[in-house]
């Protein structure tokens, strides 16, 4: 059976220097990169839960396991890092994060979250940008489980926001009624990250 593919809206602003946002250079290649060690996960564990919690009327926890059971989308997408790289024509599998937030009835004053990953990494995203239709909680890239690297056994994908709103290794995501900075914007990056606006550093 085959999954539903959703196309995300900036892989149809036309050619592929029309694609690439201000300041990027296209890449073929997936690059590395992240702050500290790559963390070793085993979502097998009995512990391993993503939660889903905060500003809401039904908190509720999932394991690895459960995420894998629910419902997969394709999500044909371009990818673009803060540090100068894009990569045109990926495609991701995973959860729609709009099924997730539903499933726990935010609370009407709910606008941002919070995604909360292993070593205590944490990123902002408004909410209204986190349920779009292209962004998923992702586990597959290209038809294969994701890399290490790369945020296994699970990350955000937000794909109309520079790729470090895309977190890995999640394990959390806290509904909140105001915004704050997760982990990168405490060192310096922009609150939102628009990589049409080149929304890279400050508030």
């Given at each position: 059976?085959?999954?539903?593919?959703?196309?995300?809206?900036?892989?149809?602003?036309?050619s592929a220097k029309e694609r690439t946002p201000p300041g990027q250079t296209l890449t073929a290649?997936?690059?590395?990169?992240?702050?500290?060690?790559?963390?070793?996960?085993?979502?097998?564990?009995?512990?391993?839960?993503?939660?889903?919690?905060?500003?809401?009327?039904?908190?509720?926890?999932?394991?690895?396991?459960?995420?894998?059971?629910?419902?997969?989308?394709?999500?044909?997408?371009?990818?673009?890092?803060?540090?100068?790289?894009?990569?045109?024509?990926?495609?991701?599998?995973?959860?729609?994060?709009?099924?997730?937030?539903?499933?726990?009835?935010?609370?009407?004053?709910?606008?941002?979250?919070?995604?909360?990953?292993?070593?205590?990494?944490?990123?902002?995203?408004?909410?209204?940008?986190?349920?779009?239709?292209?962004?998923?909680?992702?586990?597959?890239?290209?038809?294969?489980?994701?890399?290490?690297?790369?945020?296994?056994?699970?990350?955000?994908?937000?794909?109309?926001?520079?790729?470090?709103?895309?977190?890995?290794?999640?394990?959390?995501?806290?509904?909140?009624?105001?915004?704050?900075?997760?982990?990168?914007?405490?060192?310096?990056?922009?609150?939102?990250?628009?990589?049409?606006?080149?929304?890279?550093?400050?508030?």
């Amino acid at each position: 059976m085959s999954r539903p593919k959703i196309i995300s809206p900036d892989t149809q602003r036309g050619s592929a220097k029309e694609r690439t946002p201000p300041g990027q250079t296209l890449t073929a290649k997936w690059p590395v990169l992240h702050y500290g060690n790559v963390p070793k996960v085993d979502p097998a564990r009995a512990d391993w839960k993503l939660k889903i919690f905060g500003q809401c009327d039904a908190e509720y926890e999932l394991s690895y396991a459960d995420i894998r059971a629910l419902p997969a989308v394709d999500v044909f997408c371009d990818m673009h890092c803060v540090t100068h790289w894009s990569r045109l024509d990926n495609t991701f599998t995973g959860v729609a994060t709009k099924l997730l937030i539903e499933r726990a009835r935010p609370k009407p004053n709910a606008r941002f979250v919070m995604c909360h990953s292993e070593a205590g990494f944490t990123v902002n995203v408004p909410l209204e940008e986190f349920i779009k239709d292209d962004c998923i909680l992702a586990y597959q890239w290209e038809g294969k489980d994701l890399e290490p690297d790369h945020g296994w056994p699970l990350r955000g994908l937000v794909p109309q926001l520079y790729l470090w709103k895309s977190a890995k290794w999640l394990r959390g995501i806290e509904l909140r009624g105001t915004d704050a900075p997760g982990f990168w914007e405490q060192n310096g990056y922009h609150m939102h990250g628009d990589p049409w606006e080149e929304e890279r550093f400050g508030w």
